[in-house]
């Protein structure tokens, strides 16, 4: 029994990062690999988010780390709570996220992640350093997403490139703000295009 729960333990672990409690890179991957293989057979599109944490250096620089994972699990909690619940949210790395949207469109994929850069720039974050109580506001971040079916996309790993150098656009056209694949208008979407279904996490 105790070898049981050991395991257990292990495979939520292996799962799970544990500065934010979402889905670890390895195994978002693997739901990702699963999820497009049911993609192709039902005929039904599939989209990826990268979500990047403007200048979050500055604030491990100015607060200390201990602030900063602070941050990144607010961040965390903030994603999760606007996207569905079928929908995968994991830690790429760093102060970067990603989440996969099966059966979106590009309206669809453009609300979401209009939705998520909003809610992380209302945020007030409430931390501790060595000077005593404070709040970290005003964050933003820069979204670059993928949908498939889409030329030149035929796996997982295709898609997060996409995703990837769109993201990095938006950081160069001046961060916060989404960048959608070419041909998806950004300004059609708005934030009716699908419900919250998570509660909101408190700080």
């Known amino acids: 029994m105790h070898r049981g729960v050991l395991l257990a333990q292990y495979r939520t672990s292996s799962r799970t990062d544990d500065?934010?409690?979402?889905?670890?890179?390895?195994?978002w991957h693997q739901i990702a690999e699963r999820t497009l293989d049911r993609a192709r057979i039902d005929n039904v599109s599939l989209a990826v988010l990268m979500i990047d944490l403007d200048l979050f250096k500055k604030i491990n620089d100015t607060y200390g780390h201990p602030a900063g994972d602070d941050v990144l699990r607010v961040v965390a909690h903030a994603i999760e709570s606007e996207v569905r619940h079928d929908d995968a949210a994991g830690r790429w790395g760093g102060e970067e996220f990603i989440v996969l949207l099966p059966g979106v469109d590009g309206r669809e994929l453009g609300a979401i992640a209009e939705r998520i850069r909003r809610r992380i720039h209302v945020l007030v974050i409430p931390i501790t350093t060595d000077h005593g109580p404070t709040s970290v506001t005003d964050l933003t971040v820069s979204i670059g997403g993928?949908?498939?079916p889409s030329a030149g996309l035929s796996t997982v790993d295709d898609m997060v490139l996409a995703a990837d150098s769109n993201l990095y656009t938006a950081k160069d056209e001046g961060r916060n703000r989404?960048?959608?694949?070419?041909?998806?208008?950004?300004?059609?979407?708005?934030?009716?295009?699908?419900?919250?279904?998570?509660?909101?996490?408190?700080?």
């Not at 500065?19 to 195994?27: E, F």
């Not at 041909?183 to 700080?203: F, K």
Request: charge should be negative; charged fraction near 30%.
């Open 19 to 27: 500065k934010t409690g979402l889905h670890s890179a390895d195994w």
């Open 146 to 148: 993928a949908l498939w």
């Open 178 to 203: 989404v960048k959608l694949p070419d041909g998806l208008d950004l300004r059609a979407a708005d934030d009716h295009s699908e419900p919250h279904t998570r509660p909101a996490e408190q700080p």
